[in-house]
Each structure stands twice: as C-alpha cells, then as structure tokens.
C-alpha cells in the first residue's frame, strides 16, 4: 500500500481508492509491482477509510513528524448556526451584530486597539468598545459592558468567524446570558451588512486608520466613543434597506427614508413603552453642538498622539531611545467657542484630527557616480566638432579607447547622457542670442496662395513659382508703420 501511495504522488485516500483499478496494473505490466492473487484482491476491495488507516503513520514519518492539529475553534465554529443577510425577517430590538475592527495602521505587527462594534438589526443603534487587545475574555466584557448601554435587553448577537469569537470563552458564556448565537459564513461580508456599515460610517469616521495602542489610548477612546454614541443614535439619521429585487443584469434597491436609531426605536411596535419613555426623557437633555464639541477635543487629542508617536519614533529612532509613546494631556471642550466655528472652517480641510496625514521628512535622492563621468569633457569635445554624432558612434570611440569598461551595455547610458547634454547647449544657445527686431508686415494686395509667406522661395520651389512672386519682392515696409510704401521705380 505504500508503493501504491508513493506511486500516486502521495493523494488522499479518497482519491487513491479510485485510482489503484488503473495503477496497479500499469505498475504489475511494466514490473514495478508484484503482488498475488489473494493480495490483489484485497488491495482492490480496500476502502477508502482502511487506506487512510493504515497509512496515517506513514504520513506522520512523511511530514517529518508533524502531525495536523485537530482544528479546536473549528469545532466550535460547526456548533454554531449560520444566519445569512436574508435570514433577518424583521427581529425585534435585542439583536445585534458584532465585529471587529483593527487599529493597527499600517502595520498588524505587535498589540493594537480593536474596536468592538455592535449594531442592534431593527433600529441600526450602534454601540461601539475599545479593547486593548483581541482576546475572548475582553470580548466578554466588552459585550457585557454593552448590554448595560442598550436601551433594551440583548436576545441575540451574531458573529464572524474570527477565532476572537468562536472559542470556548465566548460563545458558552452568550449561551449562559440565554443569548442566541449564530455566524456568518466565511468571507461573505454581506451577511453582516449591517455592522459592516457602521465600520466604515461610525467607526472609521471616527477613529481614521492610524495605529492606536495602550491603557491610556484606550481610555481617551472610550471617552470619544462615548460622546459618539450618544450622537449617532440620537441626531444622525441612517438609510435602512427596504427591498432588492433584480431585473436582467440590473439591481433595484429601495430604502426606507433616513431616520435616526433613536426614532426608528420610538416607531418599533415591539420596543417597551418604558424604553420609549426613556428615549424621550434622554433626548430632551442633549446638546448635539456640545456632543460634537467632545467628539472633536478628544479627535484632536487622538491625532496629537499619531503625530507625536511618529515624530517622537524619528528622533528617537536616530538616538536609539525607546518608541514608547508618552501621555497627552487632555482638554475640556468650550461647547460656546466651538458653535461660534461652526460654518467659518469649512476652507480648512477635514476638522478631523484623527484623519491627518503623518508629515513625512523628504528624502533627497542621492546621485549614484556613473562610469561616464571621466569621459563627459571628451564626449563634449566630440559633439562640438561633430554635433551629428550618434550614441552607437560614441560608444564605438569609448569602447576603442576603453575595451574594458564600454560596450553596447552602456547604449542606454550614453543617450541619456547625450541628451541632457543637447539640452544644456541648446538652452545656453537660446540664452545667448539676442533679441530679434520685429518687423510688421503690411498686408498685400496681391493674389495670395494661402501661405502668409512674401519673401524669397526656398531653393526647391519649382522655377515658374518664384518668377511669379518675384514682383512683390520689390515693395518695402516701413518699421513702425502700418502703411505700405510705394515700390521704387
């Protein structure tokens, strides 16, 4: 059975039970293989869970005795249901979609702030947490956190398929809090539309796509997140998909119109009259103008950090000093002084702190020395007496002079060389002619041919068309005068 795998090129079982009818004989014809009659018959008849049997060993000694894991969030993974895009018929409010998103820049080397978003499917209310790292444990709390922020009891949360997730932390402890769970599949980022949205409008929004890492960045971002919830949920309307439907190749999309979580939790038939009531009594306390205020001191502070982590990573680079970076320190928000900017920053970019650029240093190049720079006062010699000579002419006169340094390898070279050099002549040609004295041409009262041209014909202008220009050769023009002079006798 080894020969028979190794024969193979090593395939799974499965397939080597289908292919021993055609290999055994083609190896017994050409002598490979010699079996009798009683072994032939069970080689024939061996299944496919008998071959993968006896041969796990010898896959093991194969791989070098590695053995493939036993994926153990995998089996975690197949106990929870799928719950597609199309699987929503309408829930009431309680059921939520959870994501991550990562704070890591550029880079996904080394810890980073995640942030944990959850958007309730019925209203789009949308909570989002920091974590200080993607661990089970912190999305535990995280959600726990979360549920005291609801204005509703959670019934069900539904995840991706990251390994943050489906472990044996969190979906037992869902599962304790009578939480339904389910999953999306894998890479379908539509069955989380939802939160998928909110990642890109809320969070990213919010947050920019710089690196954010430490306890004290993740307090300042809970401070922004919560000023942004109330926020969002209260005065930021949303478009929520009313139905799809598709026509040949084209695909229709209806949408409610835009309304706030807020508003749609107040027009839900199933929300609580006291979560209702609640919602009233919250909204009449809030200052959008002062809520945005806060959501702007703490950006700033959020992009004080970014760039001083980047430039403190500079110098600190070149001194070899650590790149740890240091507290910031934060500030109270003047809800006054900031309504009275309202509408008078609109020419001054994106009043996001978070969404600036880094301000890299520029990089001089550096010009490489080049094998022709001995050569450059000959080859200008060159062109001075022969100004029509060819790169292949200058390479052949290198390459006599230099066997050993110049060849048809440096073609390319060479006409770079002569042409910056016919450039710099020309430029110092055009800087040391003088001026020309402009002349104006009176306008002729004669037959004209459409060139706009009255002086001598060129050498090869046929005989018959110079003697027929040849009488307006004698009128001359005045300079400075726009009045034809007579011709002279």
């Not at 869970?49 to 969030?73: E, H, M």
């Not at 199933?270 to 200052?287: C, F, G, H, I, P």
């Not at 920053?345 to 080049?370: F, Q």
């Not at 052949?396 to 340094?405: A, K, T």
């Amino acid at each position: 059975m080894i020969a028979l795998w190794e024969a193979s090129d090593r395939v799974c079982g499965k397939r080597l039970k289908v292919m021993i009818p055609t290999l055994l004989p083609a190896l017994e014809r050409h002598g490979r293989l010699k079996l009798d009659q009683a072994d032939r018959d069970r080689v024939l008849a061996i299944s496919a869970a008998t071959i993968d049997r006896l041969l796990g060993d010898v896959k093991v000694a194969a791989s070098v005795g590695k053995r493939r894991r036993a994926g153990f969030y995998s089996a975690i993974r197949r106990e929870v249901p799928i719950r597609t895009f199309n699987d929503w018929k309408g829930p009431p409010p309680g059921f939520c979609e959870v994501d991550m998103v990562a704070h890591g820049g550029t880079s996904v080397a080394g810890s980073f702030i995640q942030t944990l978003t959850m958007v309730d499917v019925a209203t789009g209310w949308t909570e989002c947490l920091p974590l200080v790292t993607r661990d089970g444990s912190l999305v535990v709390e995280a959600i726990n956190r979360a549920q005291s922020l609801f204005p509703w009891l959670l019934r069900g949360v539904d995840f991706d398929n990251d390994s943050a997730f489906m472990n044996d932390v969190v979906v037992p402890w869902c599962r304790e809090q009578k939480l339904e769970v389910t999953r999306s599949r894998a890479y379908k980022k539509n069955d989380q539309a939802f939160v998928e949205q909110k990642n890109g409008a809320v969070v990213r929004r919010l947050m920019g796509y710089g690196r954010f890492d430490g306890v004290e960045t993740a307090r300042v971002i809970a401070r922004l997140y919560a000023a942004a919830r109330l926020y969002v949920n209260f005065f930021q309307p949303s478009f929520k998909l009313k139905e799809k439907r598709r026509e040949g190749a084209k695909v229709i999309k209806r949408y409610y119109p835009p309304s706030t979580p807020c508003e749609r939790a107040l027009a839900h038939p199933k929300a609580a009259t006291a979560v209702k009531r609640r919602l009233r009594e919250q909204y009449r306390t809030l200052d959008p103008v002062a809520l945005l205020a806060e959501i702007r001191a703490v950006q700033e502070e959020l992009g004080n950090r970014v760039d001083r982590r980047a430039g403190d990573a500079r110098g600190q680079q070149r001194a070899g000093k650590s790149t740890a970076p240091q507290p910031v320190q934060s500030s109270t928000p003047d809800a006054v002084a900031f309504a009275k900017t309202l509408g008078m920053m609109v020419k001054a970019g994106d009043p996001r702190a978070t969404h600036r650029r880094t301000k890299r240093p520029y990089k001089t190049r550096v010009r490489m020395p080049s094998k022709l720079d001995p050569h450059v006062a000959t080859i200008e010699t060159w062109l001075a007496a022969e100004p029509q000579l060819t790169a292949l002419a200058i390479i052949g006169r290198l390459s006599e002079n230099h066997p050993d340094q110049f060849g048809m390898r440096q073609h390319s070279i060479v006409q770079r060389l002569l042409k910056a050099l016919r450039k710099k002549a020309a430029e110092k040609l055009i800087a040391q002619e003088p001026p020309c004295v402009a002349t104006i041409a009176a306008p002729s009262t004669g037959p004209v041919d459409g060139s706009g041209y009255e002086g001598p014909d060129p050498p090869t202008a046929p005989p018959v068309a110079r003697a027929l220009k040849a009488p307006k050769l004698n009128r001359s023009v005045d300079v400075g005068s726009s009045t034809p002079m007579a011709p002279s006798g």
